[in-house]
């Protein structure tokens, strides 16, 4: 992953009890963003029309859990998966989905 990729400022929360929102920051950090089209239609009835999702690229981190949320500007969003798609520990790849 080359740095100039990483154009985009990812803010990584974690759970916490000690906190009224009920997340805290752990760590700013430089992410390359992929938004992901929304579909067209409801998923299920009654469910929502669109619900944003993205893939985020950051430097390795041993310690992100799929728990833990994603904020991008005025945009929350749960990481619904994490893995290290080369297996070299140099990039870790976030799956994710706004949070509504």
């Known amino acids: 992953m080359r740095a100039g990729q990483l154009r985009a400022r990812l803010t990584l929360q974690r759970p916490s009890t000690t906190q009224a929102s009920g997340f805290a920051d752990v760590k700013t950090v430089a992410a390359d963003l992929r938004f992901q089209p929304a579909p067209s239609e409801p998923m299920q009835a009654g469910g929502p029309a669109a619900i944003a999702s993205m893939q985020a690229r950051i430097r390795y981190r041993s310690d ?37």
């Open 64 to 100: 992100v859990r799929a728990e833990w949320r994603a904020v991008v500007g005025s945009q929350t969003f749960q990481i619904t998966g994490y893995g290290d798609p080369e297996g070299r520990r140099r990039e870790l790849l976030l799956v994710c989905a706004e949070v509504q």
